[in-house]
């Protein structure tokens, strides 16, 4: 059973950043891709960044050259850096792998002055 643990969310002004974790349990982890989601309030689940086992990472085009998706399999983590940020980055972040476990708990972030 793989557990996902998001943290690192928070409030920050727009322009800021934050730096997202994700920490997964169980083993294998290296095999799969991960990606990071996020769900604003009102709206559906959306993607945001994958990274494969190789390192290969493709992003939205709403957060590219914004947003950068990165992992350190020795510690089982993916991690999120998410800089200028915009209001419309306001939303509950998740990660997952592919194919999907269970969802985390996510992580808030909210842009706003």
């Known amino acids: 059973q793989v557990q996902l643990v998001e943290s690192g969310g928070g409030l920050v002004q727009p322009g800021g950043s934050l730096r997202l974790s994700c920490a997964a349990s169980?083993?294998?982890?290296?095999?799969?891709?991960m990606g990071w989601y996020r769900q604003a309030p009102g709206k559906q689940r959306e993607l945001v960044a994958t990274?494969?086992?190789?390192?290969?990472?493709n992003y939205a085009d709403s957060v590219k050259g914004r947003f950068t998706i990165s992992r350190d399999n020795a510690k089982r983590t993916v991690y999120l850096q998410m800089n200028s940020l915009k209001a419309e980055d306001t939303a509950v972040y998740y990660c997952?792998?592919?194919?999907?476990?269970?969802w985390g708990q996510g992580t808030q972030v909210t842009v706003s002055s």
């Open positions: 169980g083993t294998f982890f290296s095999i799969y891709s």
């Open positions: 990274i494969n086992s190789g390192g290969s990472t």
């Open positions: 997952n792998r592919l194919p999907f476990a269970d």
